[in-house]
Structure formats: structure tokens, C-alpha cells
């Protein structure tokens, strides 16, 4: 269970002390990542079925990696090689997957809400690995992680999401977590970018992303996404590079020590020059190494691995 739910949908409804039982479980499952033998026999038995209907590689691959720390059977299901292009529905193929008994469905895809009417059909776990603009709650609960690790805490940070905030699920769960724990968030990107009512959740819209950076203690870089009609949204890349892209120049008015992150892939040159993020303030890599902890943390709770141990 995450917080009083066998699934894990959203950030919005998780208590701080929910989101850090998260974090505190990750913090073990990270260590064993550093082990020389990286598994553990903890979720042995148990199945889970990565259900994926957008591209991904870093989210999957994560996944798929914290199944097997920690001795689950993993299954990777794409929707090119399934009998979806054949006319089956979401619901009949998850039925049919159900049918096998896994303990836990991962699903991505591209139409928000399907992980939630998913978890009201299924009799396992569901976990939402990204869907639609919705929310991203694994990369929200991984970028938690890496800021806690690196800055020693959140609740009274700046917190600065910068982009295309108008399609971007990670930034819904991020808003989520980050004033949850206690962190200040704001927002910028171009007007087109940034939804009406974003205030609603708790973050602040700036007036420009310089005044945005102004002593930030973190900066969260989103990419562009194109395939989401983003396009349309600014005049060129290269406009958007000038007025919004993250360099050394602005990332000066920031505060001393701060990080900066990005849920990848990155288009480099646009939202963020190579210096900065190759350069010694970037905690991306970090990001992808604490998302198999983090998501290992996810799957243990979820399976009952805690109460299971306890038993033992």
C-alpha cells in the first residue's frame, strides 16, 4: 500500500508522510543498486507487467530493473507486438493480462485517466507510468528523491518548472510533491505554454523565467514535446531557445548550489545548452540511477513486500 492505496495514480491525495515513506523505503532499495550483486529475493513469486502504449526507454528499462532487483518476474508488453493493432481494446487486453494473474500492471499511454479506469477493472496493483498530460507520479516521486538526497531536505526550497508546462505530466506530479513536502514552486515558460488555473495546484506563475531563477535552489528543465502539438505553441525552436532556454548566463541568478534537472530525453540547444547540462550543477544522470530505487520502493510497497518481511 501507498498511502491507503493498493495503486499508485497521482501525487495529489498522498500525505507528506506518505510521500516519505516512499522516499525512506528508496533509500535502502538504493543501496542495494550499489551492491555487487544487485538483487534480493524480497518479490519472489510475484509478477509484474510492464504495459506500455507510448515509446519510453528510461521509464520502462527503470521498471523493468526494479522487478528484477528485487527477484520479481517481469513482463514487457508493447503495443506494436500485441493484438492491439489488430482492433483489441485496452480494456480486453488488460483483461487478458489480468487472466495471467500478475500482481502489479505498469501502464503508459497516451489518453489521461486510462491507469485509473484500469485500476477499477483489475484486481492487481496499477501503477500509472505516465499518461496523457495527467500526472507521472514515479518521475514526480524520483525527483523528490534525488533533491532530498542532494540538498538534504525540500520543505522551504525554490523550486522553478520551466518549459511546456501545458503538456507535461511530470510537472502535475512534481507541483504535487514538491508543495506537499513543503517546497516552494514556480512555474514559467512561454504564455501559450502555461494552463489557466495552474495556481489552483499550488505552484506560482512568474512574470519571466529570469525572474523565475532568481534564487532558485532547484530548476526543473521540460522538454519540448513535439508529438503533443507543442509545436504550435511557440513561433521556432530557436525563438524559444533565446527567451527560454537554460544557459550559464541565467543560471547564475540562481542561488549557490542549486541543481538542475530534466526528465530526459532532452533536446539539447533548446531547453538546455550541453555545458549546463553535462556541466557540474546537473543532476540528471542522478534522476535515472534514484528512478530504479525509487521505483523498486514503489513495486515492494505496492506487493506487501514490508508486511511479507515482517512476517518472516
Known amino acids: 500500500m501507498i498511502g491507503n492505496s493498493r495503486h499508485l495514480l497521482g501525487l495529489n491525495g498522498l500525505s507528506a508522510e506518505d510521500i516519505t515513506r516512499v522516499l525512506d523505503t528508496a ?13 534480493v529475493p524480497t518479490l519472489r513469486g ?18 523493468e530493473i526494479a522487478a528484477k532487483r528485487l527477484s520479481a518476474d517481469g513482463v514487457n508488453f508493447t503495443s506494436s507486438a500485441s493484438s492491439t493493432v489488430k482492433g483489441e481494446t485496452l480494456i480486453d487486453t488488460a483483461k487478458n493480462i489480468e487472466s495471467m494473474a500478475p500482481d502489479v500492471v505498469v501502464i503508459r499511454h497516451k489518453s489521461s485517466g486510462a491507469p485509473e479506469m484500469l485500476s477499477t477493472r483489475l484486481g492487481c496493483s496499477v501503477v500509472n507510468a505516465g499518461d496523457g498530460t495527467h500526472q507521472h507520479p514515479s518521475q514526480g516521486l524520483l525527483d523528490l528523491f534525488t533533491v532530498r538526497d542532494k540538498k538534504g531536505g525540500l520543505a522551504g526550497l525554490k523550486v522553478v518548472i520551466a518549459g511546456d508546462i501545458t503538456h ?10 514538491f508543495t506537499t513536502m513543503g517546497a516552494e514552486v514556480h512555474v514559467t515558460g512561454p504564455p501559450t505554454m502555461i494552463p489557466p488555473g495552474i495556481e489552483h ?13 532568481d534564487g ?3 530548476i526543473i528543465m521540460l522538454r519540448i514535446q513535439l508529438e503533443r502539438k507543442s509545436g504550435p505553441l511557440i513561433p521556432t525552436l530557436r525563438e524559444y531557445a533565446r527567451f527560454f532556454g537554460l544557459n550559464r548566463q541565467r543560471l547564475e541568478r540562481a ?14 540547444g533548446v531547453e538546455i545548452s550541453s555545458e549546463i547540462a553535462d556541466g557540474p550543477d546537473s543532476v540528471i544522470l542522478n534522476q535515472v540511477e534514484n528512478g530504479v530505487a ?8 505496492l506487493c506487501g513486500g514490508a508486511d511479507e518481511m515482517a512476517d518472516q
Not at 533509500?27 to 538483487?39: H, N, P, Q, T, Y
Not at 542561488?255 to 539539447?268: L, Q, Y
Request: net charge positive; charged share 25%; glycine share 6%.
Open 216 to 218: 532558485a535552489d532547484v
Open 255 to 268: 542561488n549557490d548550489g542549486v541543481i538542475v534537472m530534466h526528465p530526459g530525453p532532452i533536446n539539447r
Open 294 to 301: 525509487v521505483r523498486m520502493a514503489i513495486l515492494y510497497l
Open 168 to 177: 507535461s505530466r511530470v510537472a502535475r506530479s512534481d507541483i504535487y510533491g
Open 27 to 39: 533509500v535502502g532499495m538504493k543501496e542495494v543498486s550499489r551492491r555487487k550483486i544487485k538483487k
Open 201 to 213: 495546484m499550488g505552484a506560482k506563475v512568474a512574470p519571466s523565467f529570469d525572474a523565475a531563477i
Open 46 to 63: 510475484k509478477t509484474v507487467v510492464n504495459l506500455f502504449f507510448e515509446a519510453s526507454t528510461r521509464t520502462r528499462t527503470s521498471f
